[in-house]
């Protein structure tokens, strides 16, 4: 009798202190990703007259997605669903129902672990906004934001890591490449195609009006993601360290391969190159960062800044689509590259820390293509509905004449810049 209790209270959860102290910090370097990371980003990226519309967006984005991750955001995503677990969970913990400061999420406060998924979920619909930046009405940005993070986001970070069906057939997604990056890059597609191009876009000149607010706010994502990669590991262990190591070299490798290439065909390597080359190589590695080794992460990120600089050179173009800050190109194709590259070089021949049972390369890697594909339907088939729905209701686009004048102005009375 005094064995069987004290193997129950082995078996219970208990707190500890170094695992919640980092996932604290690792929560604020996520949120500093989003504000003011992602906002500068984007915000440098586009034109002077759309440059506070951006950083609106975002930071409205992050504010309301908060709201709505703490009403039913968290109980849908990582509860039990019941009958329909394996696409959605239930509402036992809704308004954040049940949960005190003696709650606990493995070894750390179930107040830590909710508030560090919130940043993920505020960070992935505001990278949407990329896709279709410089065009969309404000109220629209927000109704369109809310409506897929309940349809959207919620189902698919069920799926992944909640408990659904994508985590019982053993997909792999250490940080978010299903769950973030192909999820926002399909959504931000789909977005930029309904929209249609901006007005002049191909034919006058739409240069990122300030490259150092890009460049500060790609270092910002660059520092921050350590939060996000390394943070996923919800401990302070040796996971933590290789998903730590993998993080820097993947992106510093694809860093390189992007202005190199660029200098190839270009003739010059661009600050716009080598931050775009950051965040391609960051992406790849969100899913794999904690399953392969370092060489991995090089190549990983290597190959996917390569086929990024293609999709966002070419791919666009001779689609026709007008992505305006190549979410698509960058977090949609990267993502890809990075779910699926995962089942690749997790393998121990390679230096990734091996498979389960049973698993071996080939039937890692088709779970992985599985994985993707059903994010991409989900997101592509629910993101079209509901710009749809938003269109019929509100309307998705600003009028010509609030275009050509900028949204600064037209949706919110302000100006970035009095020169």
């Known amino acids: 009798m005094v064995a069987e209790v004290v193997a ?8 500890d202190g170094g695992n919640t102290a980092w996932m604290i910090m690792a929560t604020i370097l996520v949120l500093l990703m989003i504000i003011p990371g992602l906002a500068l980003f984007y915000g440098g990226l586009v034109r002077t007259k759309n440059m506070l519309s951006v950083l609106m967006q975002v930071f409205v984005i992050t504010a309301m997605v908060s709201v709505i991750w703490a009403v039913y955001g968290y109980s849908f995503a990582f509860t039990d669903g019941g009958s329909l677990n394996g696409y959605i969970g239930g509402g036992s913990k809704a308004f954040l129902a049940g949960i005190t400061p003696d709650s606990l999420s493995g070894s ?6 909710l508030t560090f998924q919130l940043t993920f979920a505020a960070i992935t619909p505001a990278l949407i906004v990329g896709g279709f930046a410089e065009r969309m009405k404000f109220s629209a940005v ?18 992944v890591w909640g408990g659904g069906v994508l985590a019982d057939l053993g997909a792999k997604d250490f940080a978010g490449g299903t769950v973030v990056h192909i999820n926002a890059g399909i959504a931000a597609l789909i977005g930029a195609i309904l929209l249609g191009k901006r007005i002049g876009y191909g034919k006058e000149a739409m240069t990122p009006h300030s ?19 390394v943070g996923s590991e919800l401990a302070a262990d040796g996971t933590a360290g290789l998903a730590l190591i993998n993080t820097q070299l993947a992106t510093g490798s ?21 931050a775009s080359g950051a965040v391609a190589g960051l992406v790849a590695i969100t899913p794999a960062c904690g399953f392969v ?3 991995g992460a090089i190549l990983l990120g290597f190959v996917a800044s390569l086929v990024s600089f293609w999709a966002v050179t070419s791919l666009k173009g001779k689609l026709g689509y007008d992505d305006s800050l190549d979410v698509f190109g960058i977090h949609g194709i990267s993502g890809i590259i990075g779910a699926i590259g995962t089942g690749i070089f997790m ?41 749809k729905v938003v ?8 009028s010509e004449e609030s275009e050509r004048e900028g949204l600064d102005t037209t949706e919110h009375g302000e100006r970035a810049y009095h020169l």
């Open 347 to 387: 393998s121990t021949s390679l230096g990734g820390v091996g498979y389960a049972e049973g698993v071996t390369m080939s039937s890692q890697v088709t779970v992985q293509a599985i994985a993707v594909g059903v994010t991409i339907l989900w997101a592509g088939v629910i993101s079209f509905i509901l710009y």
């Open 8 to 15: 129950t209270e082995a078996a219970a959860p208990t707190l």
């Open 142 to 159: 927000l109704a369109f934001i809310a409506l897929w993070v309940t349809f959207v986001y919620l189902p698919v970070a069920h799926m």
């Open 254 to 274: 694809a860093v390189m391969a992007w202005i190199f290439i660029e200098w190839l065909a270009r003739g010059k390597p661009s600050m716009l190159g080598g």
């Open 211 to 229: 490259m150092v607010m890009t460049m500060i706010g790609a270092s910002l994502l660059w520092v921050g993601w350590f939060g996000f990669n």
């Open 293 to 295: 080794g370092p060489m």
């Open 108 to 113: 750390i406060p179930e107040y830590v672990f």
């Open 391 to 398: 269109d019929v209701l509100i309307g998705l686009r600003v």
